[in-house]
T-cell receptor, first 113, second 112 residues
């Protein structure tokens, strides 16, 4: 069984469009995250939710809006896509105790043309 | 703020060579330390971890020891295989925080 899953795996779209990436975890974890990996492989946290509440919001443009309908899902909606949004986006989850590992999804490669 | 510095890559080795990837960190208190691995086209997988000073994490022949005196968590493997070719990330998690801070990653290529 897949622990953290994301859809779609690949997303190619035009500048200015709005798109969403979905994430689901079946681990029963309380905390979920979105990370962005740029073309140089650098990983940076964007958001974190704990039991559907936003707990981390790094300086991310407000075109990015996470939504957590329940603690097993954390979706990422991006408005007015820009070329610089091209990256691989990873979802992750953890039990949320602050010292434990985070489990990562397979990633969504977003290409903005 | 917290930060992780790991050696610049890429690193290219022959099969059965010894591997060291250096990682040092800056943090207040006692963070947990992790090594994650990203195989080509895949997501990140936890390779090993250590949650307190002098702990040694180990998995799949890889080892790393949490050294508080040198604020380091160097990754080592005695004999690498072609299948170890991947990008390796050192990361820290500050106690009480949910924010995993990554190093920039080190790409390892192992040739037969």
């Amino acid at each position: 069984d897949t622990a953290v899953s994301q859809t779609p795996k690949y997303l190619v779209t035009q500048m200015g469009n709005d798109k969403s990436i979905k994430c689901e975890q079946n681990l029963g974890h309380d905390t979920m995250y979105w990370y962005k990996q740029d073309s140089k492989k650098f990983l940076k946290i964007m958001f974190s939710y704990n039991n559907k509440e936003l707990i981390i919001n790094e300086t991310v443009p407000n075109r990015f809006s996470p939504k957590s309908p329940d603690k097993a899902h954390l979706n990422l909606h991006i408005n007015s896509l820009e070329l610089g949004d091209s990256a691989v986006y990873f979802c992750a989850s953890s039990p949320g105790t602050g010292r434990t590992e985070q489990f990562f999804g397979p990633g969504t490669r977003l290409t903005v043309l | 703020g917290n930060s992780v510095t790991q050696m610049e890559g890429p690193v290219t080795l022959s099969e059965e060579a010894f591997l060291t990837i250096n990682c040092t960190y800056t943090a207040t208190g006692y963070p947990s330390l992790f090594w994650y691995v990203q195989y080509p086209g895949e997501g990140l997988q936890l390779l090993l971890k250590a949650t307190k000073a002098d702990d040694k994490g180990s998995n799949k022949g890889f080892e790393a020891t949490y050294r508080k005196e040198t604020t380091s968590f160097h990754l080592e493997k005695g004999s690498v295989q072609v299948s170890d070719s991947a990008v390796y990330f050192c990361a820290l998690l500050q106690g009480g925080s949910e924010k995993l801070v990554f190093g920039k990653g080190t790409k390892l290529t192992v040739n037969p």
